[in-house]
């Protein structure tokens, strides 16, 4: 079965690396949203992000962080991560550095946006999988084993 998922990512350096994801065609992401759709709901200030964000999220079962070189200083991730762990959701990072981007190739690894949060007292990154591809072919290692990763997620969530 397809799991529905989140993806919270740092739209303006990664939408090229996660456009590969969401078109592997191995889980059910949301929708794209395009630059002018996001560019709109940014204009109307946060709590419309908030309330975009909201909403996109209420139905997945699943939210996957995929980390880019400044995913983890994105104040709208930092939301996100939050919502979905106090929303039951299951919660992964994905580095996302060596996937091709076509205009800028790789990028340096991203510090682990989990690591600023803790679960009582316990360092989150501790908790939560993060998951770092291959070098070398971090496409298909992504494509092969994200929804393995996705449901070892939802089984980590189950257990807090």
Not at 37 to 62: F, H, L, P, T
Not at 138 to 152: C, V
Request: hydrophobic share 35%; net charge positive.
């Amino acid at each position: 079965m397809k799991r529905q998922v989140f993806y919270s990512f740092h739209y303006g350096r990664d939408v090229m690396r996660v456009q590969q994801i969401r078109n592997m065609g191995v889980i059910e992401g949301n929708t794209p949203v395009s630059p002018n759709q996001w560019e709109q709901v940014k204009r109307s200030g946060d709590k419309a992000i908030e309330r975009w964000i909201d909403e996109n999220m209420k139905y997945r079962s699943c939210v996957v962080v995929l980390i880019g070189t400044e995913t983890a200083s994105r104040p709208w991730v930092k939301y996100e991560i939050e919502k979905a762990w106090n929303d039951g959701k299951g919660l992964l990072g994905i580095y996302i550095h060596n996937l091709r981007d076509p205009r800028t190739g790789i990028c340096a690894k991203g510090a682990n946006p989990f690591s600023q949060f803790t679960l009582n007292g316990k360092p989150f990154d501790q908790v939560v999988p993060c998951y770092d591809p291959n070098f070398w072919d971090a496409y298909n290692d992504i494509r092969n084993n994200i929804d393995g990763w996705i449901e070892n997620a939802i089984a980590v969530r189950s257990r807090y």
